[in-house]
């Protein structure tokens, strides 16, 4: 099974990034992310109380946009921020959207 596409970190406007992060569920998703490092949609899915389809669509908005990546162990995928790529090309993003109180999502 082939790794799903997420575009070179040079190549990323701005723009999209916020574009992908300005829907609730996708902050909440890159919260997670930064918190455990790695997980699945089913995690999201349950934790966010959307049904699976819905969070396959926010996770893959954020790896088009360039924030998250995926690994492929057998039928499972995981994602994880490409946190590194992203504080050298927008230091502080990641800080940034971990540290907003979540009222204020």
């Known amino acids: 099974m082939k790794l799903p596409y997420y575009p070179p970190i040079e190549s990323i406007p701005f723009t999209k990034v916020l574009h992908a992060l300005s829907e609730p569920n996708r902050v909440k998703i ?3 992310l930064n918190e455990r490092f790695e997980n699945n949609c089913t ?3 349950l934790e966010l109380q959307l049904p699976k ?3 396959s669509h926010h996770i893959k908005v954020l790896r088009e946009a360039g924030l998250i990546k995926a ?3 057998g039928k499972e995928h995981f ?3 490409r946190r590194e ?3 050298a090309k ?3 993003l990641i ?3 971990t540290q907003i109180n979540e009222e204020d999502i």
Do not use: D, K, N, Q
């Open 43 to 45: 995690a999201y899915s």
């Open 30 to 32: 890159v919260r997670c």
């Open 85 to 87: 790529e992203i504080e």
């Open 79 to 81: 994602y994880s921020l």
């Open 71 to 73: 690994r492929i162990e």
């Open 95 to 97: 800080h940034t959207v």
């Open 90 to 92: 927008f230091p502080g």
């Open 53 to 55: 389809s819905t969070v």
